[in-house]
């Protein structure tokens, strides 16, 4: 997917990732597809900071701010304005329903910038309600990848 939106991913400098994992998306960004920019990651897991701090973030030239944090919630209360905003949270193998909230979307599309790009991974067999997102994001798009759909919105 990031192959599929290089020239547009290339120029993104302020990113937001909602759920850091081991950190694969910054990762992925910086030294495959030559991205360079600042990493706000909002993780509710220490331990899984730690790792990913230990075994990835340290590799990386990119600057990243690893925060721990409830990823459903920082929308709402941060001010600050991304590029990119990469949503991959999971709790075991589904995405609590939660954050397919209308008014999660709309606070989402609050922390982006004009011509901003939401990336918003979920597995397809959860069979996820798509209908709040292109409430708000009419122009949303699926990405099938494997067993994930991500689904693309732009802030215009």
């Known amino acids: 997917m990031f192959i599929h939106l290089s020239p547009e991913i290339k120029d993104k ?10 950190g694969s998306i910054p990762y992925l960004l910086e030294k495959k597809m030559g991205v ?15 790792l990913a701090e230990k075994y990835t973030l340290q590799y990386l030239n990119s600057g990243i701010s690893a925060v721990q944090a409830d990823a459903l919630a ?17 709790n075991d193998n589904e995405t609590p329903l939660d954050f397919f909230s209308t008014d999660y979307f709309e606070a989402l599309k609050e922390c982006l910038e004009p011509n901003g790009l939401l990336l918003f991974n979920v597995l397809r067999a959860q069979q996820p309600p798509i209908e709040n997102i292109l409430s708000v994001f009419p122009n949303a798009v699926p990405f099938t990848s494997n067993e994930n759909d991500v689904w693309i919105a732009r802030n215009v």
């Open 13 to 22: 400098k302020e990113v937001l990732l909602l759920g850091l994992g081991l």
């Open 36 to 50: 360079d920019a600042y990493y706000t990651a909002i993780e509710i897991d220490e331990n899984i900071i730690y």
């Open 74 to 90: 920082f929308p709402f209360y941060t001010e600050e304005k991304f590029d990119l905003i990469c949503f991959d949270v999971f």
